[in-house]
């Protein structure tokens, strides 16, 4: 069992900054991907940013240059400093554990960017 707990969400004015954080506890393996995704009211889910046990990264080019996605092995968990915030980066963001052909989610967490 694998549970995921998100936490770092709230109201910001644009421009600011926020940090998200997801632990994850229960049968973590040594390789996998810890990711975030965001879901804003009337669209789909989709990939912020991703991170490997080996630190690769990916970013989705809507937050290249504004937002870090970082991890630690030995506590189990990601975080994704969100810098320079818009309006549309309003959403709920989800935090994903990918390892042994499995996917977990998390709760969510919602993010406000006010203009």
């Known amino acids: 069992q694998v549970q995921l707990v998100e936490s770092g969400g709230g109201l910001v004015q644009a421009g600011g900054s926020l940090r998200l954080s997801c632990a994850a506890s229960g049968s973590i393996a040594s390789y996998n991907t810890m990711a975030w995704y965001r879901q804003a009211p009337g669209k789909q889910r989709e990939l912020v940013a991703a991170i490997t046990s080996g630190r690769n990264t990916n970013y989705a080019n809507s937050v290249k240059g504004r937002f870090g996605i970082s991890r630690d092995n030995a506590k189990n968990t990601v975080y994704l400093q969100m810098n320079s915030l818009k309006p549309e980066d309003t959403a709920v963001y989800y935090c994903?554990?990918?390892?042994?052909?499995?996917?977990?989610w998390g709760q969510g967490t919602q993010v406000t960017v006010s203009s």
């Open positions: 994903n554990l990918y390892q042994t052909n499995r996917v977990y």
